[in-house]
Each structure stands twice: as C-alpha cells, then as structure tokens.
C-alpha cells in the first residue's frame, strides 16, 4: 500500500487512507443497506416498466453512488475513533550467564518430569 501512495502526487501523499475498525463496520454496513435498497427499487421499477436495463442502471447507478461514499476515508464517516496504540517498551538486555541459568533450570525441570 504505501508504494501506491507513492505513486500519488506530492498533495494526495498527505491525505491519510486509513479507517479505523469502527468506521470500517460503518462503511460495510453502509454499502450493503444500500445496494439491498436498489435491488428491490431497481426489481420494481424493471417490473413497472416491464425493461430489464432499467433495474441494471437502477443497481448500476446506486454501486456507483455507494462508490462515492465508501471509497474516500472521509474523516466524517470513518475516521471518528482513531486507535491510540501503546507506546513501544525498551526490551532489557539479558546478560549471557542469566540466559545460561535458565536453560539450566528448563534441562532440570524436564529430568524431574521424565
């Protein structure tokens, strides 16, 4: 993803692509009320007119309404609970004799179980 976005020029590298978990749900639950929705509208108004094509550009023009609104992460939609990660913790540095005495205890801990 990130070579995509530097493929992008210079302004459109700084808008953020990202949508946090709870706008992802938003988004999912979004598109699929509205393509149900232009299913059945687009079956009734085929079946009024009695022409197929016009309940394929009913579905056609709503997936491309729903494109317009899922596609962009628009901070307004889905981007409302960033997540806050935990900062990094420094590992402490383990001596050599300290990881000798552990593998000593874990060989004797495996004798007393045999």
Do not use: C
Request: glycine fraction near 6%.
């Amino acid at each position: 993803m990130d070579g995509m976005i530097a493929m992008l020029p210079a302004p459109l590298q700084k808008l953020s692509s990202h949508i946090d978990f709870q706008g992802q749900k938003v988004a999912e639950r979004t598109y699929q009320v509205i393509l149900t929705l232009a299913g059945i509208i687009g079956f009734f108004v085929g079946f009024w007119t009695q022409q197929l094509s016009y309940a394929i550009f009913t579905v056609m023009g709503a997936s491309a309404f729903t494109a317009l609104i899922i596609l962009p992460p628009w901070p307004f939609l889905f981007r409302k609970n960033p997540i806050v990660w935990q900062t990094p913790t420094e590992e402490q540095e383990t001596s050599p004799d300290s990881s000798e005495k552990k593998d000593d205890k874990k060989k004797k801990e495996t004798k007393k179980t045999k």
